[in-house]
């Protein structure tokens, strides 16, 4: 958003509290795509206060309708472009209607916000909190408005449950391949280890190479406007040359270094986020084999 006049008198500064100390994550802007905009960190339960400094340049009178100050959350799927569907708004009165001839600073303070969903920018959708500061001023009818943003980002501990059992399943082809492969556990934190074995109990093919790639999916909109987009972040081969029976394969993973989010599922009936492993098999004529797994990744509190 921005104001809805130009050659504005008033310069607006949103500072939030203790902002230099914490964990920062970079997004792009809205405005200029190739600005960068670094974000401070907050986590669920946390309060979220700072300070507005208003200035009025060159020591000119502005008459104003009041100031206020609100915490909002939105979820913008970008097919529907011009919709923001807010799940999270929160306000504060920062000046009664008056007049302002010099610059003026604002404390506000939103304590223990409940902020139920994670920070998200995804292919057709974005999860977004800000901090935005609304001053109406009095210049004639109608009157005008000034809009200033601050973005933060929010991450979430959200703990799967305490089952996590090994995953372990089986490809076949009749007459022609059985393998089975298995993974040490269906949910990961996003600096874990994925380790797994894949045992080759029938090759009857001539299998050229096989790889082992990550699937993000996300799913936005309901029926009949549902969007499902995939991308894949990081594929890797695991075998090169042609497998006899009784080979075993050993698979390690390292999540780390890939930018991953934890799972979502149907955050505020708009979108999801899911994880596939998908085991890629192909031979020497280049037909390709496949088996795909969901697996759940979770976020950890960091040390």
Not at 177 to 196: A, C, M, P, R, T
Not at 201 to 220: A, F, G, Q
Request: charge should be neutral; proline fraction near 4%; charged fraction near 30%.
């Amino acid at each position: 958003m921005a104001a809805y006049f130009f050659s504005s008198p008033i310069d607006i500064d949103i500072k939030l509290s203790d902002e230099e100390a914490r964990k920062h994550v970079d997004m792009k802007s809205d405005k200029d795509k190739d600005k960068v905009v670094s974000c401070p960190v907050y986590y669920d339960g946390e309060g979220v206060g700072g300070t507005v400094s208003i200035r009025v340049r060159d020591g000119k009178k502005i008459t104003h309708d009041g100031i206020k100050v609100e915490f909002v959350g939105t979820i913008e799927l970008f097919y529907d472009r011009g919709h923001h569907h807010e799940f999270l708004s929160l306000s504060q009165e920062l000046a009664a209607p008056g007049e302002m001839r010099q610059a003026q600073t604002f404390d506000f303070n939103f304590k223990n916000v409940e902020k139920q969903f994670e920070s998200y920018i995804g292919i057709n959708v974005k999860l977004r909190y800000f901090i935005r500061l609304t001053l109406t001023r009095r210049i004639g009818l109608p009157s005008s408005t000034l809009v200033k943003e601050r973005d933060l980002w929010v991450h979430s501990f959200r703990m799967p449950p305490d089952s996590n059992n090994s995953i372990k399943m089986e490809v076949g082809i009749e007459d022609c391949l059985h393998i089975e492969f298995e993974y040490n556990k269906s949910k990961y934190h996003l600096k874990d280890v994925i380790v797994g074995k894949i045992y080759f109990l029938l090759v009857r093919i001539k299998i050229k190479h096989m790889e082992l790639s990550i699937i993000r999916r996300e799913t936005t909109g309901s029926p009949p406007n549902q969007y499902n987009e995939s991308e894949t972040i990081t594929k890797f081969e695991i075998m090169d040359g042609a497998p006899v029976r009784g080979e075993t394969i050993p698979i390690r993973l390292f999540l780390g270094g890939f930018d991953l989010t934890p799972t979502f599922r149907d955050v505020n009936k708009k979108f999801s986020t899911r994880y596939y492993l998908n085991l890629v098999l192909i031979d020497e004529e280049n037909r390709r084999y496949f088996k795909q797994q969901e697996i759940t990744i979770f976020r950890i509190p960091e040390n």
